[in-house]
């Protein structure tokens, strides 16, 4: 048995498909299907049930999928602790985080830190922050950059961010004008939403829901420009943390502060607990964590946690 067959198994079982297994670690369907073929041969069991149109686990499956889990994870751990021994300056990390994150806050990082370790190559991937912590769970990322609070607790957090969420509305609309409203007197407008997989999705209907309403979502998109474009053709209200609003703010689109809303935009950098970060990794995560270093005042830090 060879640890690649293990990991072929892994990854088939959690995209619970063949094909997107093999994309994900960029070999040929054929190939992992005959690696995975071969480690049932061994074990002399089904590992997958194949006559679904999901691959399916079998019960000989699911009893070793977590151990096998497991050797994977600590053969990584292993690979990335001999890179040290190898005082390898070199490699590369892979940073999830949801787009909005990045305005403001990581282009500079990312050009500093680049000329410090030209070496290291980061690879930005954009995600909402609930799936940036499935692919840190699942080995796919190295470092997260998510907004709390966190649905997992297997994760180390470094916050850094913690500002006010607006409401930003139309030419057309009535609150055009004003300077704040509460999020109640909203009820009735079409909501421009942030993607499911936002933590910020969930907050906003958390939160209207406590106000004793339902809102009623025009659109979800990931792009918050494209959550501004909408808004300035009347189409619907957008909510966005100010920051990202004050700095791609457009003329016909009002910012109104939430009068009745504890919306906030709170960013963390996580990592996985009990996981062994290569050195790139472990230098990105000091470089940014004294950059940021002070980016929000101690005591509203720990206001928020207490909130969380």
Not at 101 to 117: N, P, T
Not at 153 to 173: K, L, N
Not at 216 to 228: H, P
Request: proline content about 4%; hydrophobic content about 45%; overall charge negative.
């Amino acid at each position: 048995m060879e640890i690649r067959h293990l990991l072929y198994f892994t990854e088939v079982a959690r995209k619970r498909s063949f094909s997107a297994a093999a994309e994900e670690l960029f070999i040929t369907q054929p190939t992992i299907s005959k690696m995975v073929r071969n480690l049932e041969e061994e074990l002399g069991v089904a590992l997958f049930n194949r006559a679904t149109k999901k691959v399916e686990l079998t019960d000989a499956g699911k009893a070793i999928i977590k151990p096998a889990q497991d050797i994977v994870k600590a053969f990584q751990n292993l690979s990335a602790e001999l890179d040290d021994v190898a005082n390898l300056r070199t490699g590369n990390i892979r940073i999830g985080m949801p787009p909005m994150a990045g305005v403001g806050y990581f282009s500079k990082i990312a050009g500093e830190f680049s000329k410090k370790f030209p070496q290291i190559s980061i690879q930005w991937l954009e995600f909402g922050s609930k799936r940036v912590e499935q692919g840190l769970l699942a080995g796919e990322l190295d470092l997260g950059i998510v907004q709390l609070p966190l649905r997992d607790s297997h994760f180390e957090v470094f916050e850094f961010v913690c500002e006010p969420v607006v409401v930003i509305v139309g030419p057309g609309h009535r609150f055009h004008g004003e300077t704040s409203v509460s999020l109640k007197s909203l009820s009735m407008d079409k909501f421009i939403m942030f993607r499911e997989d936002f933590t910020l999705h969930d907050q906003i209907i958390d939160q209207c829901r406590e106000l004793g309403f339902s809102p009623q979502i025009a659109c979800q998109t990931s792009q918050w420009d494209f959550i501004v474009g909408m808004v300035a053709e009347n189409l619907g209200i957008g909510f966005l943390p100010q920051k990202v609003w004050e700095m791609n703010a457009k003329n016909q689109v009002q910012m109104l502060m939430l009068e009745d809303s504890p919306l906030r935009w709170n960013l963390a950098v996580i990592w996985e607990k009990n996981r062994h970060l290569s050195f790139a990794a472990r230098q990105w995560l000091r470089f940014a964590q004294k950059s940021l270093q002070g980016t929000i005042p101690s005591n509203q830090a720990d206001e928020e946690r207490n909130h969380g």
